[in-house]
């Protein structure tokens, strides 16, 4: 039996809540507001984390409901027709517009009226709009049947999760299980193992640049600075072997035993 559109519909909305959830339980106060004038008082309710200072995680946030969607999808294989992705997006992003929407309105409202307050808001709608891009993108991948696909879409909601910097490994173990589950038999697993090892190396350092430049206040008002710091962290990130290695090495070892493992219980 196929499920209809809204229930579709609905395990998007579900994704997206879930997806929230690191966020709401902090008690959702809106982050400082640079811009904002005079005393700020008691932070307001806001339904994401607007702020230069908090970039990655607010993409994470749509990452995460991305994959939850896409893995909703995947369980449930046998029972939704060839519309369910779009059905399900349209869903996950209805809430997610809904906080967008919420959040920017929030974020306005303490802005004073000058062009800086008109570039930051500007900053902001960009940077959902990515977030938004980046979730929907993820849930297509999770979704896909090849499960050749579907391995780096799931590694990017690993490589999100909210952990922290000194848990690491918690990710590269979840990108290596995602490998295994994708399997090493054929050149188009292979592809999608290569593509979610080249994601570990690749997303820390991202999430790196983003809080050391974009992240940064004084930077923002100095673009042509902004540029030059967030090339040269990306340089030193990305080629930092105490950095890279280790999570690339759990993340093979585990992909590849566990690969190894599976094909020898199918024996």
């Known amino acids: 039996m196929r499920n209809p559109t809204p229930v579709r519909a609905a395990t998007g909305a579900l994704a997206a809540v879930v997806g929230l959830l690191p966020w709401l339980v902090t008690g959702a106060h809106l982050p400082h507001q640079q811009l904002w004038s005079g005393d700020q008082g008691s932070p307001p309710l806001a339904l994401l984390p607007l702020s230069q ?49 919420q959040s920017l309105v929030t974020v306005s409202g303490g802005l ?15 940077l959902l709009l990515g977030a938004l891009v980046a979730g929907t993108v993820v849930l297509a991948l999770t979704a896909a049947r090849p499960r050749s696909v ?15 910097s000194d848990h690491w490994w918690w990710s590269a173990l979840l990108v290596g299980v995602v490998i295994a589950w994708g399997g090493l038999r054929s050149a188009a697993q292979v592809t999608g193992a ?45 080629t930092s072997t105490a950095l890279v ?8 070892a585990v992909g590849l035993g566990g690969s190894l493992l599976s094909a020898r219980v199918r024996r």
């Open 194 to 238: 290569v593509a979610a090892l080249a994601l570990v190396w690749l997303v820390p350092t991202a999430q790196t640049v983003l809080d050391g430049s974009v992240g940064n206040w004084t930077l923002l008002r100095f673009p042509a600075d902004l540029v030059g710091t967030a090339v040269d962290v990306f340089r030193l990130r990305v």
């Open 245 to 252: 290695v280790p999570p690339l090495v759990v993340a093979a």
């Open 112 to 126: 004073p009226q000058r062009t800086a307050s008109t570039v930051y808001l500007a900053a902001l709608v960009a």
């Open 150 to 164: 579907a391995v780096p879409g799931f590694a990017l909601g690993a490589l999100f999760l909210p952990v922290r």
């Open 53 to 101: 200072e908090h970039v990655a995680e607010v993409i994470a946030l749509h990452v995460t409901a991305g994959a939850l969607a896409g893995l909703a999808l995947r369980l449930q294989r046998g029972r939704w027709s060839g519309r369910a992705v779009p059905a399900t997006a349209a869903g996950m992003l209805l809430v997610q517009g809904i906080a967008a929407v």
